[in-house]
């Protein structure tokens, strides 16, 4: 299946909404609840973390003969800053979608008010 495609129509999602609205997704085009699959997840999550791990040995070095509260706050500040960024990105570009539990999304009924004078 393509990346970010809904299995239903076939329409494309954007890589932003995908990221954004991850439990919340809705084709726009058919209206569908989608899911991003537990393959892209956990993906997405194993590339954060080795990300995060890589940054965490890299600045510790970097930082490891510096006294006090520095020398353990960089590290972990930017491992989990790049843990974060990395799991987006790659669930942005991996995201498998598939259709959610659940029923179709009501069409939205503009409401207007009656103002009686």
Not at 3 to 17: D, E, F, I, L
Not at 26 to 34: F, I, N
Not at 67 to 92: D, K, Q, R
Request: proline share 6%; hydrophobic share 55%; with cysteine.
């Amino acid at each position: 299946m393509a990346v970010r495609k809904c299995p239903n129509c076939g329409a494309v999602m954007p890589a932003g909404s995908v990221a954004v609205y991850s439990y919340d997704l809705v084709c726009a085009s058919c209206q569908r609840p989608l899911a991003i699959s537990e393959l892209s997840r956990n993906l997405a999550a194993f590339a954060g973390l080795a990300a995060g791990a890589i940054v965490w040995w890299i600045v510790t070095l970097r930082f490891a003969d510096q006294p006090g509260a520095l020398g353990w706050v960089w590290p972990v500040f930017l491992a989990y800053l790049a843990a974060s960024v990395v799991a987006a990105l790659t669930l942005m570009l991996v995201a498998n979608l598939e259709l959610g539990d659940g029923d179709p999304m009501p069409q939205s009924v503009a409401v207007t008010s009656h103002v009686h004078h």
